[in-house]
């Protein structure tokens, strides 16, 4: 047997379900007390807990037959990839409202702007002279339109374009289209180099007055897939593509071979629209003693538009739906509302949670904590915290019930990744998901990411994971941390390297400015 069909059976008999002869809940039961009651006991693995007997009660919802992977194949196969602003997007919030209701879940949408509207129109790339082979290419997203009838310039090898590689190639690069180098992502941290490199790089070559860039693709097989480097929506400063790895590299040889001599053609007649409103899905289960005190756990629905968005994000979204209709259907109240949330415009700047958290600014003080997952189905591990070490204890206590799960496994990395950003940078206690990569980064953003990916089993477990961390923060006597001053998120940012982090992101300005984050 695998060793994940192993945790599977495990996962089922570990907890000890209720026997139907003991299934209804008695009348003065800690999960039914009125304000004036006594706390129920912390969340451990004593019986009585409410950590341990919501665990009993959501484990056959979710584990068992459940609407999840009908609800995922509609929203991958039958909407596809869903570019914040498009039609497939409003589509997808009509997905979710209508699946947040069937849960039995009070559900609303909140709107925000979005900037400008994009897709991408016929990309092509073409080699000018005797010399000529296919080049597969994909428009960068939100990159902006070359003009009608395309650029032609001489491309030039800039390597990893680093200010040496810059100065080396300083006599041909104005009015060039740029070839940059990167290293093939097989790790979390190429990820996230995939996003910090570029930023810099755009600068040295706008400064160089080059007229385009071409970004070697990070996987191989030929793979296309697309990300976008703007962090507040707007169009990027030049236009941008993706070339397949392989062919990227058979042009760098190329260029290499003949210094000067290889000219192309890039054509991409993207298209930019207006402003448009774009929306959040919210939805809540109330809480019975703090119901203007709640805890989120969240997921963001967009996704790009080469595959259909399963592994990112679509499979973390039905996640949260599920987990809202298991802990619905046990008939149980937590102390603190439950918030759920599916976000929009995560892939342009974590748009739709950062519009979140300046509609609710003045809630902020009584949201207890915000769970994010947006990883794919890889096994959690345990959560990031943020850069907070005092949430550890009570993330370990709420999680007691799955102990041999072994998801207590927490760090206390800070990062900008994903849409807890807006929230930890307002001194909130946040949680995300760690996940083992499983097939997450060979697929990731590619026209690869599609519902063959996604091992339902899996994401089961983590739906359980998640359902029970929110379930537990929420009903816990005690919040799980303060809210942080500004000058205890600042000193928060550089020990953990959060600041450069952000500085290379582009949202250190935003945060000295008071325009992004705790208000000075």
């Not at 990227?248 to 210094?259: F, K, M, N, Q």
């Not at 850069?387 to 102990?403: F, I, M, N, Q, T």
């Not at 599609?450 to 359980?464: F, P, Q």
């Not at 379930?471 to 600041?499: H, I, N, Q, T």
Request: glycine content about 8%; proline content about 6%; some cysteine.
């Amino acid at each position: 047997m695998r060793l994940r069909t192993v945790l599977f059976i495990v996962c089922i008999y570990t907890i000890t379900l209720p026997s139907p002869t003991h299934a209804q809940i008695p009348e003065n039961d800690p999960l039914h007390r009125t304000q004036t009651s006594a706390p129920a006991a912390a969340c451990t693995t004593d019986a009585s807990s409410s950590c341990a007997e919501v665990t009993a009660k959501i484990l056959p919802l979710i584990l068992g037959p459940s609407p999840m992977q009908e609800n995922l194949r509609r929203l991958t196969d039958e909407i596809g990839g869903r570019v914040t602003g498009s039609p497939a997007m409003e589509r997808a919030i009509q997905w979710a409202t209508s699946a947040f209701r069937a849960a039995g879940v009070d559900v609303h949408t909140e709107k925000y702007q979005l900037p400008l509207t994009w897709s991408e129109g016929d990309t092509r790339l073409e080699l000018l002279g005797e010399i000529k082979f296919p080049l597969r290419t994909v428009s960068l997203g939100w990159s902006p339109a070359t003009p009608p009838g395309g650029i032609e310039a001489n491309v030039v090898d800039v390597a990893y374009g680093t200010p040496q590689d810059f100065t080396a190639a300083a006599a041909q690069l104005k009015g060039a289209i740029l070839l940059l180098h990167t290293g093939l992502g097989t790790t979390w941290a190429d990820l996230f180099n995939e996003y910090f490199r570029p930023p810099d790089i755009i600068e040295r070559a706008i400064k160089a007055g080059a007229i385009a860039i071409l970004w070697e693709g990070a996987r191989e097989r030929l793979l296309l897939y697309r990300h976008a480097n703007t962090s507040d929506g707007q169009l990027e400063k030049i236009p941008q593509a993706i070339v397949v790895r392989e062919d990227a590299l058979r042009l760098s040889r190329t260029v290499v071979a003949y210094p000067g001599k290889i000219r192309a053609r890039l054509s991409m007649p993207n298209k930019i629209g207006l402003p448009i409103d774009q929306e959040n899905v919210v939805a809540e289960i109330p809480g019975y003693e703090k119901p203007d005190e709640s805890v989120i756990l969240g997921a963001h629905l967009d996704s790009w538009d080469l595959g259909t968005g399963a592994l990112d994000n679509g499979c973390n979204a039905a996640l949260v739906i599920e987990a809202a209709r298991a802990l619905k259907a046990t008939g149980l109240r937590p102390r603190r509302t439950i918030r759920f949330i599916l976000f929009s415009g995560e892939e342009q700047g974590l748009l739709g949670s950062w519009a979140y958290v300046r509609t609710h600014r003045a809630e902020l003080d009584k949201i207890r904590a915000v769970i994010i997952f947006d990883s794919g189905i890889g096994r959690v591990t345990g959560y990031s915290l943020g850069g907070r070490s005092d949430l550890a204890a009570g993330v370990r206590e709420v999680l007691k019930p799955l102990d041999s799960w072994d998801v207590n496994r927490h760090t206390t990395d800070a990062q900008t990744g994903t849409d807890h950003f807006d929230f930890l940078i307002e001194g909130l206690p946040t949680l995300v998901a760690n996940q083992e990569e499983a097939n997450y980064l060979p697929n990731y953003h590619a026209a690869s990411d599609t519902l063959d990916k996604v091992d339902i089993r899996e994401l089961k477990l983590n739906t359980a994971i998640a359902a029970l961390t929110t379930w537990g923060l929420a009903d816990r006597p005690a919040p799980l941390g303060k809210r942080l001053s500004r000058g205890e998120v600042e000193a928060l940012m550089k020990e953990s390297g959060l600041d450069q982090q952000m500085k290379s992101m582009g949202f250190w300005n935003d945060w000295q400015k008071g325009v992004r984050g705790h208000q000075p």
